[in-house]
């Protein structure tokens, strides 16, 4: 378990027009953990995310990756660091196949035409790493993939370029029992073999069962981050609902400014 975070946030402010939706936020996100990423519905989870990724603009704070300070203004500067996000839409095309999903818009070229043979060994390669051996072919369509099998493709698309930070927007938020559990082997199999993994997620039964850190956004501000194993569901309910946990003597997130629901300051 490193020490040092290979992503760190800092003082963190964004609004989009008046309203201020993330506040002074603090995320730090270690290798070979699972962080989880909780908060209720517009707690400011997927724009702390998007900032992260290059997708938003951030209007003051830091960004830290592998201890340097970085300025991330577009998806591609986050792929470059190595920082990947898997959206709960999963941005599939279900007409290709699932080397081609992969490798789709970094397509590898062999003179003028695909390299097809590199290409499927890559994908075969990774998803063996990955210890994926459910799916029958990667000659076959995504349209014929179970929720699961293409949950599991888009995280093997996500790490098949050397990333390092995988971020995964409720991954198990579509899936059944079985499938939930096999997603969930595979997130902690991604830390496990060093990634350091972001797991935004509603549903503390995953939390719990594969994460080893936990923060908390409420209102747009980070509540808490903590070790997994230091506290309990019920605390972890009351962080998200209510900002606070008495248990965990954390004080109320900045107690001298109110926030309403959406984040305006009242
Ligand atoms: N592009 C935008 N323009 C204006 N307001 C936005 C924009 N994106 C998000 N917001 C607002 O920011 C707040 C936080 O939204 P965000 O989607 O980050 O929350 P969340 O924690 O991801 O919620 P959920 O769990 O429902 O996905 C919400 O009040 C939302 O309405």
Known sequence: M???????VSGL???????QVLHDVHLSVHAGQVTALVGDNGAGKSTLIKCVSGIHGI?????????????IASPRDAANLGIEVVYQDLALCDNLDIVQNMFLGREK???LVL?????EQLAAETLETLAVRTVKSLRQHVSSLSGGQRQTVAIAKAVLWNSKVVILDEPTAA?????????????????DNGLAVVLISHNLNDVFAVSDRIAALYLGQMVAEM?????????VVEL????????LGLPRADSSTEYGLNGAQL
């Open 59 to 71: 209007d003051s704070g830091t960004i830290h990756f592998d201890e340097e300070q970085v300025r």
């Open 227 to 235: 070790e997994t194993a230091e506290v309990t569901n019920t605390q």
């Open 175 to 191: 899936l059944g029992v079985a499938q939930t559990a096999q997603v969930l082997e595979l997130v902690r199999r991604l830390a």
């Open 115 to 119: 390299d097809e043979p590199t290409m």
């Open 2 to 8: 490193s020490s040092t975070p290979i992503l760190e």
């Open 240 to 247: 998200i609902t209510s900002g606070s946990s008495g248990d």
């Open 109 to 111: 070229r062999s003179g």
């Open 13 to 19: 402010n964004k609004s989009f027009g008046p309203v």
